[in-house]
């Protein structure tokens, strides 16, 4: 079976992680399998290496100063468009709106991770359509699942994520190197960690609220990750002034290299993750796998995903309340399990599911 998997970007955002590592498990299942994605910033090759068996197919994007969000969009679907003809593959997979929109209607299956609301005309109506002209639809979550069959009717296949769970197990090693290098650049004092940036759907202005009304002031806030296709200036200069408002001083890393990433995750002393809107939650999942304590927003989605594995809150107020917690009384019964859970989805298992999808599909 000939299958091409297609991504938006090179860069570690949690779908093109997904693509990756779905690719190469069914590559390991003895699919032969394509990933195309756009090529932004002269990028040559993805953020991480990619197994052997997985051909790597990248369009170049040229930069364009000053150029909308909108338009960056639309070059970007061109782009994949012309680099891709679906009758070269058994399944064309896409797993963002803009994949989706460079495949002619009928002829892709979609994974919708979650749903996004847009304001731009033109992303507003390439979200549209990458709903509604697919010939077939994944959800990660039951949760997303629903929000797609309430608002378009559509029944989708739900398969879980899957997570490289021993590889940030091992990180949380006592013994290991890199914990050390990370525990030195951040200092002495807790750490709470988030993974994701700056932006609007990852709450982190939220976040700083919280920081600012945890009972036991101390902790240092820690943001890593941040690599997106849009504009959050905006949402970056307001969160600045949220941090000079309520004394909070985080240190925000960018983007961390593939292989010091599970380090830094094992070296926090808790996880949050306050985003407004999930499908799945990997970056929270791969910290329970490091053995941290994990706070999210109580959302039915992460509720469904994480059950009594991770505290939550409904608002800064209640983050506050389970970071102060999940800090000064971390919950042996709760990380074993929360590291159970993550051990109990492999990409393995997600690409087997995949697969009888595909072979549905082909009849």
Known sequence: MRVALLTYSTR????????LSLAEALADLGVDVTVHTVGRHGDAGFFRPVASGVDVRIAPL??????TVGRR???SIAALARAVDPADYDVVHAQDCISANAVPPGRAVRTVHHLDRFTTPELAECHERAIVTPVAHVCVSRAVAAELHDGWGIEATVIPNGVDAERFAAAAASDHAGQAHWREKLGSQPVVLAVGGIEPRKGTIGLVEAMAQLPA????????GGETLFDYRAYREEFDRACVRHGVEPLVLGPVAHDELPALVATADAFAFPSTREGFGLAAMESLAAGVPVVMSD?????EVF???????????????????ALDHPDPTRISAGQSLAHVHTWPTA???HLVLYRRLTG
Do not use: K, N
């Not at 040229?62 to 150029?67: I, P, Q």
């Not at 002031?217 to 890593?224: D, K, Q, S, T, Y």
């Not at 959302?299 to 509720?303: A, G, I, K, S, T």
């Not at 059950?307 to 917690?325: H, I, K, N």
């Open 12 to 19: 570690p955002r949690g779908g093109v992680v997904h693509t």
């Open 299 to 303: 959302l039915p989605v992460l509720r």
């Open 62 to 67: 040229a930069d364009v100063d000053g150029e």
């Open 73 to 75: 969009v639309l070059r």
């Open 217 to 224: 002031p101390g902790a240092r806030l820690v943001i890593a």
């Open 351 to 353: 690409a087997r599911s």
């Open 307 to 325: 059950g009594s594995t991770v505290r939550y809150g409904a608002d800064p107020a209640g983050l506050a309340v389970a970071l102060g917690e």
